[in-house]
């Protein structure tokens, strides 16, 4: 167990509507990340917050895409008009010093 | 542009045998190389990781050879078990606090 946990773990939605993930880390994590990963393919950074502040987001991250940290603690992501492109497993991962530790994800579907 | 290409795509080998899966990079910023490895319904985890100044590593049954000139990394899983059935991704990243630069994944299938 690695301590980051993740909410939805599967999310189903219809095209066009808004979905919302959320990402726990544990309390030493001042770094968290956010990756997209698609069937048969590796994870894909999108996003990179140190404590709350968005220090990095991926070209991957359409004007769609929008992430907080509010204080430093929880994330969430958002995706607004979603497309069935954007059908995929949405993992966060924290970090504290060093490594990063990877929740279980959550799986959008978009119909 | 893919910066870490990963070979094969899927292996199947019989148990007690070697799995061995092939990286090579094009970032010569990278100075860190995990690999990680990922069960169905499971976030990746990290199972082994090299620098650029070592060529090579072994912790228990997993070793990494990386060959820094030819920009290549290699991880050899000995004695292979059913349990290690699963998904392996090499990775390079350019420093410890950055974001990971994934390969495309090999699915490994070690028969009973």
């Known amino acids: 167990d690695t301590g980051v946990s993740q909410d939805p773990r599967h999310k189903i939605t219809k095209r066009g509507q808004n979905v919302t993930f959320r990402c726990d880390p544990i309390?030493?994590?001042?770094?968290l990340y956010w990756y997209r990963q698609t069937l048969g393919q590796g994870p894909e950074f999108l996003t990179y917050f140190q404590n709350e502040a968005q220090l990095e987001k991926s070209r991957l991250l359409s004007n769609r895409f929008s992430a907080e940290r509010p204080k430093g603690s929880f994330s969430t992501l958002e995706i607004q008009r979603t497309e069935q492109g954007d059908s995929a497993m949405y993992l966060c991962?924290?970090?504290?010093?060093?490594?990063?530790?990877f929740g279980p994800g959550t799986r959008l579907t978009v119909l | 542009q893919q910066q870490v290409k990963q070979s094969p795509q899927s292996l199947i080998v019989q148990k007690g045998g070697i799995s061995i899966i092939n990286c090579a990079y094009e970032n010569t910023a990278f100075d860190y190389f995990p690999w990680y490895q990922q069960f169905p319904g499971k976030g990746p985890a990290l199972l082994i990781a090299?620098?650029?100044?070592?060529s090579e590593k072994k912790e228990g049954r997993f070793t990494i050879s990386f060959n820094k000139s030819a920009k290549q990394f290699s991880l050899h899983i000995m004695d292979s078990q059913p349990g290690d059935s699963a998904t392996y991704f090499c990775?390079?990243?350019?420093?410890?606090?950055?974001?990971?630069?994934f390969g495309k994944g090999t699915r490994l299938h070690i028969l009973p």
């Open positions: 309390s030493e994590h001042n770094r």
């Open positions: 990775a390079g990243i350019m420093n410890r606090d950055d974001k990971i630069i």
């Open positions: 090299i620098r650029p100044d070592v």
């Open positions: 991962a924290g970090a504290g010093a060093d490594e990063q530790f």
